[in-house]
């Protein structure tokens, strides 16, 4: 209470200001002579309606003073004033004379000692202080289940892996103050998904992070770094090397947005030297870098970031496994086969360890497939600035008949549908069709305005783009 028993006008002008309409509340203030405990909680509050004023002291002090008023005041924990103007000449006064007593007089604090001998509490609102500092790192609650539909209508036949995923992701924004970052490796057959759901998350998580933070995203080819020397590129040159200075892919990438979703595609490639200078970020958090542009101990942050592997390393007996078992969507049972695989195929154990969780793709049914190429017709078309809503099942038949069934998965298809409707999209284009188009059976294959007779013609085909109802998953 120094900075109001001694002070002036100033002092007392400014709590004026913070108290209209508001409690304003000074911690460890020290109390008169006398009081046990020596300091205790004092707030100070006008109420805005009536210009009435209370002072507040925290309950439970107890007093062995000569004043009757502070005994009052510690004793009821309050005392009510007419105004602002009041309450300050009761401090000035009363509440002064407390404190000055003559028996006290040689251990009062003069004027020139009081700012080096007051807590810093006694100076200032230290609450409000820290309300108006930014705030740390803060966790992130998604809706699972939210991100798992997104998923599902992106990623289509594998419900599984992209439940896991969305409680993984989930999970990992979820830890205020993480240790490492998030690690999956997504296993399977080639053209089933794992590079396109590690491609779509960032979109996903469009603003649900705090402050406007975003995901990024970086893709890395391993099939590009079966070379040791590669590792510069990754995390920079050494020094005294050609490159020295310059950064490096990974490294510079996550120096400027720690929240990253990295992919390392095809990791069975990359030359193990690779994936061992992984090790420390997976496990740790921290990425060494060689580049002198890094901050002081040339250490990045990768705690928030994901790093997602993929592989189609035996796929085929993973998969045989999985289905002997009948363990498709049991977590455990799916990470012990996985582990147990990729050991068995030469793959270094000290990587398994550190991966935190195992998403595995089937092959795609029929239904997927269909699916897949119905929304890749869309994709093509706008290609070409055509906005396709309908599409006759027979076109889509065509697709999937045309289609090689040869362990290829889904990758072909776009190719594929370039090569049958390109002409009928490119003439629409050409035509300037801007309305909504469906597209006709052939050969030769139409592009057509969706007019209501269409959209009749469709129905009764019993075709749709629309998605089908998912159930929430399960995990």
């Not at 405990?37 to 309606?49: D, L, Q, S, Y």
Request: aromatic content about 6%.
């Amino acid at each position: 209470m120094w900075q109001f028993l001694i002070g002036g006008d100033s002092a007392f002008a400014a709590l004026k200001e913070r108290v209209i309409g508001a409690c304003v509340v000074f911690q460890q203030q020290p109390m008169p002579p006398g009081s046990t405990p020596t300091t205790a909680r004092v707030g100070v509050e006008v109420r805005a309606a009536d210009g009435t004023a209370t002072l507040f002291v925290e309950r439970g002090v107890q007093y062995a003073g000569p004043s009757d008023a502070a005994r009052r005041w510690l004793a009821d924990g309050h005392i009510e004033f007419d105004n602002f103007d009041q309450m300050r000449q009761w401090i000035q006064v009363d509440l002064k004379a407390c404190y000055t007593s003559p028996a006290d007089s040689q251990t009062r604090p003069t004027r020139r000692e009081d700012s080096s001998t007051l807590a810093a509490g006694e100076l200032t609102d230290l609450r409000a202080v820290d309300r108006q500092l930014p705030r740390g790192p803060t966790a992130t609650n998604i809706d699972e289940n939210g991100l798992f539909q997104q998923l599902v209508r992106r990623i289509r036949g594998q419900d599984d892996a992209m439940g896991l995923l969305a409680k993984q992701v989930h999970r990992h924004l979820a830890r205020r103050t993480p240790r490492r970052p998030s690690t999956l490796m997504a296993l399977g057959p080639t053209g089933v998904g794992k590079t396109a759901s590690a491609e779509c998350l960032p979109a996903m998580l469009q603003g649900r992070l705090p402050d406007g933070a975003q995901y990024g995203y970086l893709r890395l080819d391993m099939s590009e770094y079966q070379e040791r020397h590669r590792i510069s590129q990754l995390l920079g040159a050494p020094q005294g090397y050609l490159g020295y200075d310059e950064g490096a892919q990974l490294t510079n990438t996550l120096r400027l947005n720690p929240r990253t979703i990295v992919l390392f595609d095809e990791i069975e490639k990359a030359h193990p030297d690779i994936l061992r200078a992984l090790m420390n970020a997976m496990d740790a958090g921290r990425l060494s870098s060689a580049s002198a542009t890094g901050a002081a101990g040339h250490e990045i942050d990768c705690r928030r970031a994901m790093f997602i592997f993929t592989s189609n390393l035996d796929a085929g007996g993973i998969l045989q496994d999985l289905k002997t078992r009948n363990a498709f969507g049991h977590r455990s049972a799916v990470d012990a086969v996985c582990r147990n695989r990729l050991r068995a195929a030469g793959v270094a154990p000290e990587l398994i360890g550190r991966i935190g969780c195992f998403l595995v793709f089937r092959p795609l049914d029929r239904e997927a497939r269909a699916e897949i190429v119905t929304l890749a017709i869309t994709r093509v078309a706008e290609e070409y600035g055509v906005r396709v809503t309908g599409i006759d099942p027979t076109v889509v038949a065509d697709i999937l008949k045309a289609s090689p069934d040869e362990g290829f998965g889904a990758r072909p298809d776009e190719y594929l549908i370039d090569e049958l409707l390109g002409s009928c999209l490119a003439e629409a284009a050409a035509a300037g069709l801007e309305q909504p188009a469906l597209v006709e059976a052939g050969p030769p294959y139409r592009c057509v305005p969706f007019d209501s007779r269409a959209a009749l013609s469709l129905d009764q085909s019993d075709a749709t783009l629309g998605d089908k109802p998912r159930k929430e998953h399960q995990m």
